[in-house]
């Protein structure tokens, strides 16, 4: 007989009480700095109030709709900004499966720098990628340019931190992901439910991205951590009742399937840098886009190079004209790319452990 499961117990004491009113209302106010707000102190006093009732009550969702049927408790009070992202991921995973939709490729731009904020110029990443999308235009690829340095540079447009919640267990992390907005703590804007539907819209990926301090930059990063729940999550959080820990639990453990929601796409790289540490942010790409499930173009899909090594930081869009090479290296990760989702789409090629079953999910 297969021996009982044993439901771990949720462990607990690490968080700190609420923030006292005073507090509160000290970072509440940081927002109204600027002096042209004065005039409407007596305003923003009654919002602040508002505000501080939200989140002493804790109202993550305060709107709210039953989930209704095909979820595992109809009468969920599901978030109605979760439903509309879902239903939206939905529609766009059966666009992007159908035959007749034109074939697209996601080019992510991952530097953080812009000419619109503190460093006054274009990132070398921005015009690499511009290289790349008149490649996939000569290959009769429709692109979508998805270029992360407007989280440095635009209003109020944000990804915040993942949470953990897979490592609690991973039924508790949502696919899309509803720990945000999260609006007893002023933690909205967040910019990841559109990008989820531009990635599961995409029949491929390409990352471009420099190298700060031998990591992905901060962005980049934050895209990549709250991509979690493309690879596992559940879509249904009314059968966690939302964060119900235990619950989650207690799913993962009578057995869960981790679905990799974006599989099956076809991706490729291109990391630069100045001095150090493009082999292993490249490595580090490909290893967690195979982990998702995505297919590699190849070789010539995967390029690392420098761009002026070790030249001055002031000259190195010039040492970027003047390479090339590396333009027509850009150039063959996006006809790789191309060439690699005309074959996916046609059905010769397809990831060859496909089917193959997994005795160590996760």
Known sequence: MPMPISIPQVRKGQVQEKLSRATFRERFMRRFYDPAFRAEDAALDRLEAIAWDAYRNSRKAPVTVKAGPGHADPDYDLSTEWKAAAERLREAARQQGQATTPARVLLIAGSSRNDGTCPSEMSKTWRLTAIAREALAQAAIETDVLDLSRLTSEYERVIYPCKGCVSTAMPLCHWPCSC??????????????????????????????????????????????????????????????????????????????????????????????????????????????????LIDAGASARLDRYIGYYRPYATSHDELDADEALHEEVRNVARAVAAAVGDVRAGRLRRPDQGLRDPRPK
Request: negative net charge.
């Open 180 to 293: 945000y907005p999260n609006h007893s703590l002023g933690q909205v804007n967040d910019c990841m439910n559109e990008i989820y539907e531009r990635w599961v819209r995409a029949h491929g990926v390409i990352l471009l991205t420099p190298v700060y301090w031998y990591q992905s930059p901060s962005p980049l990063k934050l895209m990549i951590d709250r991509l979690v729940c493309a690879d596992g999550g559940n879509p249904d959080p009314s059968s966690t009742s939302g964060k119900d820990a235990l619950k989650a639990k207690e799913i993962e453990l009578a057995g869960w399937s981790y679905p990799k929601h974006l599989a099956g796409r076809v991706y490729g790289l291109v990391v630069h840098g100045d001095v150090a540490g493009i082999e292993g942010t490249r490595r580090a790409l490909s290893d967690w886009l195979d982990w998702m499930g």
